[in-house]
């Protein structure tokens, strides 16, 4: 039987989705085969380049070694990266290409597995020899531990913060029966893994896998955190679920009541999980995600299913969230955040490098510009912003991620201006993420909108034949490219450094002594300390090879 397209309406829109030969028998299976071999897919690749990158034998400290284990890795990346091209191109091959769109569409998965374990391999070379994870058990990573050490002893944690990471720190502890501060460790390098994989099938759930990787993933490059991944990651998972979330509302008129209460439930059920683990992104996309709900509820159309699918989703995430909904609401007006960093003290508003918090000297902040202070990425942003609304302005996607960045950026305004009569930050740099990442998303999805207006050649995924196949291998590999290279200079941050730099926090894990008076094997006995003021004074010397 032939293959054919299936045409649907999206937005106002006409889009060419893949199909398979429609037979009584394979239509409900190939509705929910592919996506769940997509997610199985990812996480496999994920694992095996995990496994593989535990097998890199170097000293951390040693700058030689440092460089050694970062090609040791990305010689595993580029081969595996190379092993799935050729299954594409050998599904090319075979029964006339039937299954190439299939193989490319797990091929994308994969690389979004690939590159976030990467990252986390990197993570594991810098780590190695010690227990300890990021920072030990000083600022952050202290905090997070003794939270999870006292829900293990039955105390409770502050309901003002999000109490996901925690929960997952103290059952990893009690699960493994490790020290907290060990069992961090494991916790940052899983967590830091999952970013690239679950961006990218946050984004599968509105666009295709080629525009998922290369929208969803690579914004969420300049994000990735090693050291506490669980609050970037809710971000980088929150918009595209948004983004759904606004599309199911705008055609609700086309679904059942029963489609659209089950829709509701999991919709609250994704939006309360991700509040637990970080709930700062919904107080500065509220007020965007209350206007874009407003311009796409379907007033006219279903008025009362609009309704119904709202009211459903926001009782389940209540249920969900409800202990640290009443928490962050009771403090609101009385908790003061007064940690005034060197992003406090620089220009609000610049937003195209989000540092981290971390303490310490940064020279030049932010970086001198070309253009009246505005560097050329900054103008690349604002085109694709500016391409995105004038092609599309009544799409949902740029609806909701325009209306998060406006109402992101007039919150960081505010909280910054009353800063210093009320001598307090409120975490308004942290903005900085949620503007950038929407800025990335826009102007990814201005070339979309791009090559959908104007005829770009691109692929037509069609199942049979080799159509779009020269076109599918030169995506996969760019995408090799880009996220392995990007990929190694994070990892190339976080590599053990007696500095300013990132590279501080896997320093401290380093020559921080282990509570059974243990050190790293990389670090002298007499050099391992036991106090955050001394680590500073740590010399360790190149070992002799």
Not at 59 to 87: H, K, N, W
Not at 473 to 502: E, Q
Request: glycine share 10%.
């Amino acid at each position: 039987m032939s293959s054919h397209t299936v045409e649907r309406p999206l937005d106002n829109q006409t889009v060419t989705l893949e199909s398979t030969p429609v037979t009584p028998g394979n239509r409900s299976t190939s509705r929910w085969i592919a996506p769940l071999l997509e997610i199985v897919v990812a996480f496999v690749a994920l694992a095996i380049f995990l496994a593989w990158s535990g097998t890199i034998d170097v000293d951390p400290l040693d700058r030689l070694g440092q460089v050694s284990g970062l090609a040791g890795l990305q010689f595993r990346f580029v081969l595996l990266g190379l092993v799935l091209i050729a299954v594409v191109l050998l599904a090319a091959r075979i029964r006339q290409g039937a299954g190439v769109a299939l193989a490319g569409r797990l091929a994308t998965a994969a690389i979004s597995g690939l590159a976030g374990g990467l990252v986390a391999g990197g993570v594991l070379v810098a780590l190695r020899g010690t227990s300890w994870a990021l920072h030990a058990n000083h600022g952050d990573s202290g905090v997070l531990i003794r939270w999870a050490e006292g829900l293990l002893r039955g105390e409770s944690m502050p309901s003002n913060y999000p109490p996901l990471s925690v929960y997952a720190l103290a059952g990893w502890t009690w699960l493994t029966g490790e020290p907290a501060g060990f069992a961090l460790q494991d916790v940052q390098i899983i967590g830091v893994a999952l970013f690239a994989p679950l961006a990218y099938l946050a984004w599968r759930l509105v666009l295709r896998p080629g525009w998922a990787l290369g929208i969803g993933v690579v914004s969420t490059l300049p994000l990735i955190d090693p050291h506490k991944p669980y609050a970037n990651l809710a971000l980088v998972v929150f918009i595209p679920v948004l983004v759904r979330f606004l599309q199911t509302v705008r055609r609700a008129d086309q679904a059942s009541y029963r489609k659209l209460l089950l829709g509701g439930a999991a919709f609250g059920v994704g939006f309360g999980l991700l509040f637990l683990l970080y709930s700062g992104w919904y107080v500065w996309s509220a007020p965007g995600a209350v206007l874009a709900l407003l311009l796409v509820f379907p007033w006219k159309a279903a008025p009362r299913k609009g309704v119904a699918l709202v009211a459903v989703t926001t009782a389940v995430f209540a249920l969900v969230s409800i202990r640290h909904l009443y928490g962050l609401l009771r403090g609101a007006g009385s908790t003061k955040d007064q940690y005034f960093y060197f992003d406090v003290f620089t220009d609000p508003a610049y937003f195209s490098m989000w540092r981290t918090d971390l303490p310490g000297p940064v020279g030049v902040w932010p970086p001198l510009g070309e253009l009246g202070g505005v560097g050329l990425f900054t103008i690349v942003l604002v085109i694709g912003l500016a391409v995105a609304l004038g092609l599309g302005l009544r799409r949902t996607v740029v609806i909701a991620v325009v209306a998060c960045l406006a109402g992101t950026w007039l919150l960081r305004f505010y909280f910054a201006s009353r800063m210093y009569a009320e001598n307090a930050v409120q975490l308004y740099p942290r903005t900085v993420a949620e503007i950038l990442y929407c800025l990335l998303v826009l102007t990814g999805y201005a070339v979309f909108l791009a090559v959908e207006r104007f005829g770009v050649p691109r692929p037509r995924f069609a199942l049979s034949g080799k159509v779009g196949l020269p076109a599918r291998i030169g995506l996969l590999a760019a995408m090799l490219l880009l996220l392995g290279s990007a990929g190694s200079a994070i990892a190339d941050r976080h590599m053990p450094r007696n500095d300013d730099s990132v590279g501080f926090l896997a320093w401290v894990a380093q020559v921080n002594r282990m509570p059974d008076g243990r050190c790293s094997p990389y670090v002298p006995a007499d050099a391992c300390v036991t106090q955050y003021d001394k680590l500073r004074e740590v010399k360790v010397p190149p070992r002799k090879r």
